[in-house]
């Protein structure tokens, strides 16, 4: 019953942020295949081990590294550990929460200490510049075996 609870929880929420989502402009769509942005990986409420790899997919976006300037509809991913993104007209910071995949990867390893933590990917341009409306999707994890 715990489960089914969850898993219903979980559909109330994903449903609500696709729906919240489109006040935008209608760019996102509710199932996670539509998003403009999704963790594909790890999933939401997993117990997972750390070094842990996260991976996102785009639809609408393409993922190119940051070297290549800033080009509409196009741009590179970051993580965000435990925090939030801040000011969006700004380039997005540099530090231990703030990971940038300018290289134009989809998938980053990354180590976390045991405990629950969440994951933020913001989509930004050439310039580290998220787009407006922020293109992002998150994702809580526990991490319950450090390597």
Do not use: W
């Amino acid at each position: 019953m715990k489960i089914i609870s969850r898993v219903m929880a979980l559909l109330v929420i994903v449903l609500f942020a696709g729906c919240a989502a489109q006040t935008g402009g209608g760019s996102m769509a509710t199932s996670s295949a539509g998003k403009a942005l999704a963790i594909t990986k790890p999933a939401t409420l997993s117990n997972v081990s750390s070094p842990l790899e996260v991976c996102m997919a785009t639809n609408g976006y393409t993922v190119e590294p940051a070297k290549n300037g800033v080009n509409p509809g196009k741009g590179h991913h970051h993580l965000l550990i435990d925090t939030v993104s801040g000011d969006l007209s700004k380039p997005v910071a540099k530090d231990d929460t703030h990971i940038h995949m300018g290289d134009g990867s989809t998938c980053k390893t990354i180590n976390l200490s045991k405990g629950q933590h969440t994951i933020t990917a913001l989509f930004a341009q050439g310039n580290h510049v998220p787009y407006s409306p922020a293109v992002t999707d998150s994702v809580t994890v526990t991490v319950v075996h450090v390597n």
